[in-house]
């Protein structure tokens, strides 16, 4: 059954091309089309805005890795870059503008498989005159720096006497009203390129743009300066069609020298637009060829919600710099202030480990860089070893606000105790850790950066146990989980779990080092001190308390949360378009005291660990857990459908996953204004994969337990597997797997408890019969 999730919101396929389309100016919906329209490479990403002035816009340029505190008091924030996507257009003396002139018709859409944006308009002047305007971008995957725009007016019922066409680089843009660039100058090479270079803190963003024109000629063309901007004027006369191109480089203090990014802009001009958009187009076909999801039997609607999903996860990924991570809005807006969450860890870096495994290392790295800082942290809150920020930016150090904004009513502002009291980020960056080795096997990272980030982990996870003399046993007190409705408790399931899988990670690797004489031991020992630890390590792993389920099944979420009363009218905040709008009838303090959750801790347990209970017992629990909670996380619905898929429940699985797809697509206006839901897009590939593929990797045998829904016929996908490329096709009648080469060392494939083995290709069949076994078919099979 075809999904309606979106109404706003239209699909149209061509040959090639798949289309998101706004068939209205809709200023209600401005601030969520220009984010989740945006346009990004990795290295930048450009808000979708009109590219004339609007009441209702939020202008954006998101460069990756540039941070910067404006004042003392403020927090450490992606700086929004100067805007590129302006232009002015000036029809005999009359202004076009999208709130003032008369508009027939307004269309803007994005290709989601090339990230092409393209815009339509068509104004009535006073005159009567009606003026077509067409508008191109795209942001380069074949060059990083590369912004290319093109811009058409056409004039359909005579010819303008005096155009005026504007545009230029504005640096007058903020967030939200703070300005980040202690100065900024502009000047022109040549009558023909415009620069803008911001200094900021520790870093100067340089800006260079230059126009062509392709129809029309230019009767007059100058230049003004303005504060902080720098803008070209072209004139026009006796004109009905012109078009210019608008090429934008763009580059942070240190990649590239000025004259040749000067040199680029020459090239960029003369190649122009299409020729430029070709070679782009190109970088994205290799993409899709590796990342693409292909089902068999889906819907369009939902096909394309995939794939939009897929291109932001390329567009949100750094290219090659470790110093950058991947923020909660990727770089589509100013939420959360484009800080690194456990997000990436968790919901985002297996989509990388499993197709871009290099990508996935960098960004680990990015982890590494800040180890120093994490020490520091913990030593501060009087523990050792390394605590992970929970709100990360460039250098590592915790970035979370101590206070929230004040309380209009009190004039008082709130703790923020996530930055304190969410200890679990330290356990999700191991875990992140520890499936990169399994599934790469890049033994060179574990012995430069990822041993030495396990042990200082372990260390943090011991030295904050606390002995329970009653229990004998170590409980983890005062933490928040991943569901932030309940603050301030008392060995949550999520973070006891996680602590004891980082201890036993680091034991395991310790007693390895230790007994295979490794060289790298000497090293580590001296920067970790793991071989004194290795005793605390496995008492720790003896008495560490891991809630099991009740009688009931249950599994408590923490000591106190099955004994609170629930909340009766949960389902009115459940249908609720406004997140978190229990919060608007509930203090935080009341909602602490509720059978109620924001998400629910317990599942994302499931879905990090399928077998860590049995079937019977995770069907209990997310019935249970899905009662109480709220939804109010962007991560919430594709957590359930992960963990209903892998219990075999499809309708379950299917009802959270459509929800899940449409996060971001949905009819809600006020949802993604500040940005994309980046976890949720990795939440999506999750489900895909690990719950309905039903695919787990060990690092030596493939576990594939397919749950597809019912209209799905088969889904089919590639994953590196110990650095070789393995298609997949995966039904519920066959299995098929071919890899681009054979494997060194066989691995074993396990379906339903029987084993396989598979070095190049492996296809399995499902018996019709009464047993309906899995069979092997054939050694050798093509998908192609």
């Given at each position: 059954m075809?999904?309606?999730?979106?109404?706003?919101?239209k699909?149209?396929?061509?040959k090639?091309?798949?289309?998101?389309?706004?068939?209205?100016?809709?200023?209600?919906?401005?601030?969520?089309?220009?984010?989740?329209?945006?346009?990004?490479?990795?290295?930048?990403?450009?808000?979708?805005?009109?590219?004339?002035?609007?009441?209702?816009?939020?202008?954006?340029?998101?460069?990756?890795?540039?941070?910067?505190?404006?004042?003392?008091?403020?927090?450490?924030?992606l700086?929004?870059?100067?805007?590129?996507?302006?232009?002015?257009?000036?029809i005999?003396?009359?202004?076009i503008?999208?709130?003032?002139?008369?508009?027939?018709s307004?269309?803007?859409?994005?290709?989601?498989?090339?990230?092409?944006?393209?815009?339509?308009?068509?104004?009535?002047?006073?005159?009567?005159?009606l003026?077509?305007?067409e508008?191109?971008?795209?942001?380069?995957?074949?060059?990083?720096?590369?912004?290319?725009?093109?811009?058409r007016?056409?004039?359909?019922?005579g010819?303008?006497?005096?155009?005026?066409?504007?545009?230029?680089?504005?640096?007058?843009?903020?967030?939200?009203?703070?300005?980040?660039?202690h100065?900024?100058?502009?000047?022109?090479?040549?009558?023909?390129?415009?620069?803008?270079?911001?200094?900021?803190?520790?870093?100067?963003?340089?800006?260079?743009?230059?126009?062509?024109?392709?129809?029309?000629?230019?009767?007059?063309?100058?230049?003004?300066?303005?504060?902080?901007?720098?803008?070209?004027?072209?004139s026009?006369?006796?004109?009905?069609?012109?078009?210019?191109?608008?090429?934008?480089?763009?580059?942070?203090?240190?990649?590239?020298?000025?004259?040749?990014?000067?040199?680029?802009?020459?090239?960029?001009?003369?190649?122009?637009?299409?020729?430029?958009?070709?070679m782009?187009?190109?970088q994205?076909?290799?993409?899709?060829?590796?990342?693409?999801?292909?089902?068999?039997?889906?819907?369009?609607?939902?096909?394309?919600?995939?794939?939009?999903?897929?291109?932001?996860?390329l567009?949100m990924?750094?290219?090659?710099?470790?110093?950058?991570?991947?923020?909660?809005?990727?770089?589509?807006?100013?939420?959360y202030?484009?800080?690194?969450?456990?997000?990436?860890?968790?919901f985002i870096?297996?989509?990388?480990?499993?197709?871009?495994?290099?990508?996935?290392?960098?960004?680990?790295?990015?982890r590494?860089?800040?180890?120093?800082?994490?020490?520091?942290?913990?030593?501060?809150?009087?523990?050792?070893?390394?605590?992970?920020p929970?709100?990360?930016?460039?250098?590592?150090?915790?970035?979370?606000?101590?206070?929230?904004?004040?309380?209009?009513?009190?004039?008082?502002?709130?703790?923020?105790?996530?930055?304190?009291?969410?200890?679990?980020?330290?356990a999700?960056?191991?875990?992140?850790?520890?499936q990169y080795?399994?599934?790469?096997?890049?033994?060179?990272?574990?012995?430069?950066?990822?041993?030495?980030?396990?042990?200082?982990?372990?260390?943090?996870?011991?030295?904050?146990?606390?002995?329970?003399e009653?229990?004998?046993r170590?409980?983890?007190?005062?933490?928040?989980?991943?569901?932030?409705?309940?603050?301030?408790?008392?060995?949550?399931?999520?973070?006891?779990y996680?602590?004891?899988?980082?201890?036993k990670?680091?034991?395991?690797?310790?007693?390895?080092?230790?007994?295979?004489?490794?060289?790298?031991?000497?090293?580590?020992?001296?920067?970790?001190?793991?071989?004194?630890?290795?005793?605390?390590?496995?008492?720790f792993?003896?008495?560490?308390?891991?809630?099991?389920?009740?009688?009931?099944?249950?599994?408590?979420?923490?000591?106190?949360?099955?004994?609170?009363?629930?909340?009766?009218?949960?389902?009115?905040?459940?249908?609720?378009?406004?997140?978190?709008?229990?919060l608007?009838?509930?203090?935080?303090?009341?909602i602490?005291?509720?059978?109620?959750?924001?998400?629910?801790?317990?599942?994302?347990?499931?879905?990090?660990?399928?077998?860590?209970?049995?079937?019977?017992?995770?069907?209990?629990?997310?019935?249970?857990?899905?009662?109480?909670?709220?939804?109010d996380?962007?991560?919430?619905?594709?957590?359930?459908?992960q963990?209903?898929?892998?219990?075999?429940?499809k309708?379950?699985?299917?009802?959270?996953?459509?929800?899940?797809?449409?996060?971001?697509?949905?009819d809600n206006?006020?949802?993604?204004?500040?940005?994309?839901?980046?976890?949720?897009?990795?939440?999506?590939?999750?489900?895909?994969?690990?719950?309905?593929?039903?695919?787990?990797?060990?690092?030596?045998?493939?576990?594939?337990?397919?749950?597809?829904?019912?209209?799905w016929?088969?889904?089919s996908?590639?994953?590196?597997?110990?650095?070789?490329e393995?298609?997949?096709?995966?039904?519920?009648?066959?299995?098929?797997?071919?890899a681009?080469?054979?494997?060194?060392?066989?691995?074993?494939?396990?379906?339903?408890?029987?084993?396989?083995?598979f070095?190049r290709?492996?296809e399995?069949?499902?018996?019709?019969?009464?047993?309906?076994?899995?069979k092997?078919?054939?050694?050798?099979?093509?998908?192609?």
């Amino acid at each position: 059954m075809e999904c309606t999730a979106m109404e706003h919101y239209k699909i149209e396929k061509e040959k090639n091309r798949l289309w998101l389309t706004e068939n209205s100016y809709a200023p209600l919906y401005e601030l969520k089309t220009e984010s989740i329209f945006a346009q990004c490479n990795g290295y930048m990403g450009v808000r979708a805005v009109h590219p004339f002035l609007s009441v209702e816009e939020s202008r954006g340029m998101f460069l990756c890795g540039v941070f910067d505190k404006a004042y003392e008091n403020e927090v450490t924030e992606l700086v929004n870059c100067p805007d590129i996507t302006w232009f002015g257009i000036e029809i005999d003396a009359e202004k076009i503008h999208t709130d003032s002139t008369k508009l027939h018709s307004c269309t803007r859409k994005i290709d989601i498989l090339s990230g092409e944006l393209r815009l339509f308009y068509v104004f009535e002047l006073s005159t009567g005159t009606l003026v077509e305007i067409e508008v191109k971008r795209f942001a380069s995957l074949d060059n990083k720096h590369l912004f290319m725009q093109s811009y058409r007016v056409h004039i359909c019922n005579g010819i303008g006497k005096n155009i005026k066409i504007t545009t230029g680089i504005n640096g007058q843009i903020t967030n939200s009203g703070v300005s980040h660039f202690h100065s900024v100058t502009e000047r022109v090479y040549d009558r023909e390129v415009m620069e803008s270079r911001g200094e900021l803190e520790e870093n100067i963003v340089t800006v260079l743009t230059a126009c062509t024109i392709k129809t029309g000629t230019v009767a007059k063309k100058d230049f003004t300066l303005k504060r902080r901007s720098i803008y070209g004027i072209y004139s026009f006369t006796e004109e009905n069609d012109i078009e210019i191109e608008k090429a934008a480089y763009i580059y942070q203090g240190g990649e590239t020298e000025d004259c040749r990014a000067r040199r680029y802009m020459d090239c960029f001009k003369n190649t122009g637009y299409q020729k430029q958009f070709c070679m782009h187009r190109k970088q994205m076909q290799n993409f899709w060829r590796k990342a693409g999801i292909g089902i068999e039997g889906n819907g369009l609607e939902q096909q394309a919600a995939i794939s939009f999903s897929q291109y932001h996860m390329l567009g949100m990924t750094p290219p090659d710099r470790a110093e950058c991570s991947i923020a909660a809005k990727g770089l589509t807006g100013e939420g959360y202030k484009g800080h690194v969450f456990w997000d990436t860890e968790i919901f985002i870096l297996p989509f990388l480990i499993y197709t871009y495994p290099e990508k996935a290392r960098q960004l680990l790295m990015f982890r590494y860089l800040g180890l120093e800082k994490a020490r520091q942290k913990a030593k501060e809150y009087g523990y050792q070893g390394a605590m992970f920020p929970w709100e990360a930016a460039k250098t590592g150090e915790e970035e979370t606000p101590k206070y929230a904004a004040l309380n209009i009513h009190t004039g008082k502002a709130n703790r923020v105790w996530s930055g304190i009291k969410e200890y679990h980020v330290t356990a999700d960056v191991i875990y992140a850790v520890e499936q990169y080795f399994t599934v790469t096997g890049d033994r060179e990272f574990m012995e430069q950066c990822g041993y030495e980030m396990i042990f200082e982990a372990a260390k943090f996870w011991v030295s904050c146990a606390k002995w329970d003399e009653t229990e004998h046993r170590y409980c983890i007190y005062d933490v928040i989980g991943p569901d932030e409705y309940t603050e301030h408790i008392n060995n949550n399931a999520y973070t006891n779990y996680m602590a004891e899988f980082c201890v036993k990670t680091a034991c395991r690797y310790a007693r390895q080092l230790k007994e295979g004489g490794h060289k790298e031991c000497s090293r580590l020992e001296q920067r970790t001190g793991f071989l004194e630890y290795l005793e605390k390590f496995e008492e720790f792993l003896s008495k560490i308390y891991l809630p099991k389920p009740g009688r009931n099944g249950i599994i408590p979420q923490d000591d106190t949360f099955l004994s609170k009363p629930c909340l009766q009218e949960i389902e009115k905040y459940k249908s609720s378009q406004v997140k978190q709008a229990v919060l608007l009838d509930y203090s935080r303090d009341e909602i602490v005291n509720m059978q109620v959750l924001k998400q629910a801790d317990v599942i994302m347990l499931f879905d990090l660990f399928p077998r860590l209970f049995p079937d019977d017992i995770v069907r209990k629990n997310i019935l249970f857990y899905e009662k109480r909670t709220l939804h109010d996380s962007s991560l919430s619905y594709c957590v359930h459908a992960q963990a209903s898929a892998y219990t075999g429940d499809k309708k379950a699985a299917d009802r959270f996953f459509k929800k899940a797809l449409f996060i971001d697509l949905n009819d809600n206006p006020y949802d993604s204004a500040d940005g994309i839901h980046s976890a949720s897009m990795g939440g999506i590939w999750n489900c895909l994969i690990f719950g309905f593929a039903g695919v787990r990797f060990t690092g030596t045998e493939v576990w594939i337990r397919p749950c597809l829904p019912e209209n799905w016929k088969e889904i089919s996908f590639f994953l590196t597997l110990c650095k070789i490329e393995i298609q997949f096709a995966v039904s519920e009648k066959r299995i098929v797997m071919e890899a681009t080469k054979e494997l060194k060392e066989p691995l074993y494939v396990c379906v339903e408890d029987k084993r396989y083995t598979f070095v190049r290709s492996l296809e399995l069949y499902r018996d019709t019969g009464e047993t309906k076994e899995w069979k092997k078919k054939s050694e050798d099979v093509s998908l192609t």
